[in-house]
């Protein structure tokens, strides 16, 4: 098992920043990938951006250079930094681990709500 902890969200205004954190324990294998995924409300649960062991990046198109995922691995940490926050950004955002290697077991966090709204 693999607990995912989230800390960060809140209510900011459009063109702000905000930082989520997300801290892994438990049974950790590498290589792995951390990162983040969202929930819009009517929509299907979307890839944001994630990092492998190694430090490879994934992002989604969307991100366009206003996010970024940086991770620690000595810590077990994933980052997501969002900046020029728009309405649209507006979702649950998850915390994501999965193992690269079999059994490819992964674990989700348990969300937090990141709003944004003037």
């Known amino acids: 098992q693999v607990r995912l902890v989230e800390s960060g969200g809140g209510l900011v205004t459009p063109g702000a920043s905000l930082g989520l954190s997300c801290a892994a324990s438990?049974?950790?294998?590498?290589?792995?990938?951390m990162g983040w995924y969202r929930h819009i409300p009517g929509e299907q649960r979307e890839l944001v951006a994630e990092?492998?062991?190694?430090?490879?990046?994934n992002n989604a198109d969307f991100i366009k250079g206003r996010f970024r995922v940086s991770r620690d691995n000595a810590k077990n940490t994933v980052s997501l930094q969002m900046n020029s926050l728009l309405p649209e950004d507006t979702a649950v955002y998850y915390c994501?681990?999965?193992?690269?290697?079999?059994?490819?077991?992964?674990?989700w966090g348990q969300g937090t709500q990141v709003t944004v709204s003037s």
């Open positions: 990092m492998d062991s190694d430090g490879v990046r």
């Open positions: 438990g049974n950790i294998w590498s290589p792995n990938i």
């Open positions: 994501h681990y999965k193992q690269t290697e079999r059994p490819q077991l992964e674990y």
